[in-house]
């Protein structure tokens, strides 16, 4: 079993939809949650990250995080084309300390279609 | 903004060859490491370094090595480059710290290996 899992897509959304992105996770004592973008043929950079349960919202950007089931989403409203990029979820585990040591998904591509 | 700068984009090398990929930030962080991104396989840590001259082995680390002589510099060493080593490779940075932080990609080095 994956240790953080994401749906590969593409999900494809029109333009002015919202987005969810969706990831679980298999360490429960994770604490602390990434999603990181990434345009093809660069390097991923971060949107948001989160570490309590509930959401967290900035921008258009919402991410939420339910730790009794495991799994982390991100929200994207009013998609936009420039939107389109793969999404990765980063989860640091709880044997990981304070040394980062996240633990990616394998990401989903986003297509936003005008 | 934090500034993670991988000296090499783009390498081609011969089977057997020794391949150094260089990684400097200007950020004073404690933390770096060393990811390779495949297709499919999203980011799999190699080697992290929390310290000068300290390093410790990721998921990955077979074929590979690393050395941290200055705080701001993290190299990875292939001894002998083969050509299943062919890939993209990510360097990070992140401040140690009792949460989590966000981890700080350059901009990545596209290694092939013929």
């Known amino acids: 079993q994956k240790e953080v899992e994401q749906n590969s897509g593409p999900l494809s959304v029109p333009e002015g939809a919202i987005a969810s992105l969706n990831c679980t996770y298999s360490?429960?004592?994770?604490?602390?949650f990434f999603w990181y973008r990434q345009y093809s043929g660069k390097s991923p950079e971060l949107i948001m990250f989160?570490?309590?349960?509930g959401d967290k919202e900035d921008g258009r950007f919402t991410a939420q995080l339910n730790k009794a089931s495991q799994y982390v989403s991100l929200l994207i409203r009013d998609s936009q084309p420039s939107d389109s990029a793969t999404y990765l979820c980063?989860?640091?585990?709880?044997?990981?300390?304070?040394?980062?040591?996240?633990?990616f998904g394998a990401g989903t591509r986003l297509a936003v279609h005008p | 903004d934090v500034k993670v700068t991988q000296s090499s984009r783009y390498l081609v090398k011969r089977t057997g060859e020794k391949v150094f990929l260089e990684c400097v930030q200007d950020?004073?962080?404690?933390?770096m490491f060393w990811y390779r991104q495949d297709p499919g396989l999203g980011l799999r840590l190699i080697y992290f370094?929390?310290?000068?001259?300290?390093?410790e082995k990721g998921d990955i680390p077979e074929g590979y090595s690393v050395s941290r002589e200055k705080k701001e510099r993290f190299s990875l060493i292939l001894e002998s480059a083969s050509t299943n080593q062919t890939s993209m490779y990510l360097c990070?940075?992140?401040?140690?710290?009792?949460?989590?932080?966000?981890?700080?990609f350059g901009e990545g080095s596209w290694l092939t290996v013929v």
């Open positions: 980063a989860v640091a585990p709880s044997f990981s300390g304070g040394y980062n040591k996240l633990i």
């Open positions: 370094s929390y310290d000068v001259k300290m390093k």
């Open positions: 950020m004073d962080h404690e933390n």
């Open positions: 990070a940075s992140s401040l140690l710290t009792d949460s989590g932080n966000t981890i700080y």
């Open positions: 360490d429960r004592g994770s604490q602390s």
């Open positions: 989160i570490y309590s349960n």
